[in-house]
């Protein structure tokens, strides 16, 4: 079987999605299909990636710009299945990595946390050309009765299909999200990093810390701002049901200095490290206690997936997709609302207790986690969907 997976740029360094997208076409290839990747844009050597709009003015070519290319190139080469993770209706699969373009904006405008502002953001949302035209491109895709399969990365995506679309939901298929599970660790370097963490936040080994880490390259729609107000909360309470003292550990390729500022508004400082970007999360995770992400709008994170699979608890919010794949209250904590202060404070401080670290962690060994959080079950369940296509084609 041969397969095209399209994405817009060919980078993993732009972000999650183009590495997921990579390791997916790896684990599809691993087992036995043969996979291209066709790109408007990106940098490449490797045979299996065509770049279709290189020569296109612009870092990002245009939706119109790269179907044509796609059309043309696809005329002229066969696959029996076409992948894609932009809104094209000609694509046998669409399974879009950001969820929902609707989605998106209601809750990109709601981690303002401001009424006005939120309001302004809605309005203002289709002021984006390129934006627009990917949502009713893929408004148009849903309501088309004999459009593409919608593989969707979570149990919230698919609904956010439904509601906003009015998605069949026979035409919906529920894949989890899935990451490579048995990365490298550097011992030296994560130790390295773990002396480097501890040196600045003035702490000894013998201080028994307990280290959140948040990791985010957008830290608004991340929930940083609401992560260092519920870190104050919880200081205002420590010593009380506590035995250890919690940090957080920041981490993630975007402007830290509002977020400084409100911890040192708040006396928090001392208790926040901000490391910039980091290039290997397994590393860090696995010098670290719990990962906190509460986020306002996640389809389903691979930083929430990679803690998991390093066998760490975890803090996030309902509004994760990632949750599909843990108990709450067993392997870490879920919660309603990702503005509310004294509930990420209440799972800080649950997690400031090492038995409470120790039987979350233990469950998500017991359970087996690892094993349904990786990129091998997602890539068997995606080639189920690819042979029922086939099948419906009258291929196979």
């Known amino acids: ?30 087992l036995g299909l043969e996979v291209d990747i066709l790109a408007a844009k990106g940098q490449t050597n490797a045979r299996n990636i065509h770049i279709l709009c290189q020569n296109t003015p612009g870092k990002r070519a245009c939706y119109f710009t790269f179907a044509k290319a796609l059309k043309k190139y696809l005329s002229q080469n ?17 399974q879009p990595r950001g969820g929902t373009y ?23 949302a289709f002021a984006n050309f390129r934006r627009t035209v990917l949502l009713r491109a893929e408004r148009k895709l849903c309501k088309e009765p004999n459009g593409p399969i919608i593989v969707a990365l979570s149990q919230y995506v698919a609904e956010r299909f439904k509601q906003h679309y009015g998605a069949d939901a026979e035409r919906i298929v529920l894949i989890p999200n899935g990451v490579k ?7 030296g370097e994560a130790e390295k990093l773990r002396t480097q963490i501890l040196a600045q936040l003035a702490l000894k080994e013998a201080d028994n810390p307990v280290f959140f880490l948040f ?11 609401v992560l260092i107000k519920a870190m104050s909360a919880y200081s205002g309470t420590a010593g009380h049901n506590t035995d250890r003292q919690a940090y957080l550990i920041v981490a993630g390729n975007a402007r830290a200095h509002k977020y400084r500022r409100l911890a ?11 490391l910039g970007p980091i290039r290997h999360i397994q590393n860090a995770l696995s010098i670290i206690d719990v990962a906190v992400l509460p986020t306002f709008y996640d389809p389903s994170s691979r930083y929430i997936l990679e803690a998991l699979a390093a066998g760490k608890p975890v803090i996030t919010t309902k509004f994760n997709g990632a949750t599909d794949l843990f108990v709450n209250n067993r392997h870490g904590k879920v919660l309603d609302a990702p503005e509310d202060v004294p509930a990420l404070a209440e799972a800080i ?3 400031t207790n090492t038995n409470n670290i120790r039987k979350a962690s233990e469950a998500i060994v017991t359970d087996n986690l690892k094993e349904k959080i990786s990129i091998s079950r997602v890539a068997k ?16």
Do not use: C
């Open 215 to 225: 990791v985010a390259n957008n830290f608004r729609l991340k929930g940083l701002a």
């Open 181 to 187: 599970i048995n990365k490298r660790i550097d011992t």
């Open 78 to 94: 066969h696959y029996d299945i076409i992948h894609s993770v932009l809104p094209f209706d000609f694509a046998d699969v669409y």
């Open 349 to 351: 401080s649950y997690f």
């Open 264 to 274: 040192k508004k708040l006396n928090v400082h001392r208790k926040i490290i901000f």
């Open 1 to 30: 079987m041969k397969v095209a997976i399209i994405i817009e740029r060919a980078n993993i360094a732009l972000g999650g999605a183009e590495r997921s997208v990579f390791e997916m076409a790896a684990a599809i290839s691993a």
């Open 381 to 396: 369940q995606l080639i189920s969907v690819y042979e029922s296509i086939l099948q419906r084609k009258g291929q196979k």
């Open 102 to 124: 609707t989605e998106s904006i209601l809750r990109n405008a709601a981690s303002y946390q401001n009424k006005f502002l939120e309001s302004y953001k809605k309005l203002t």
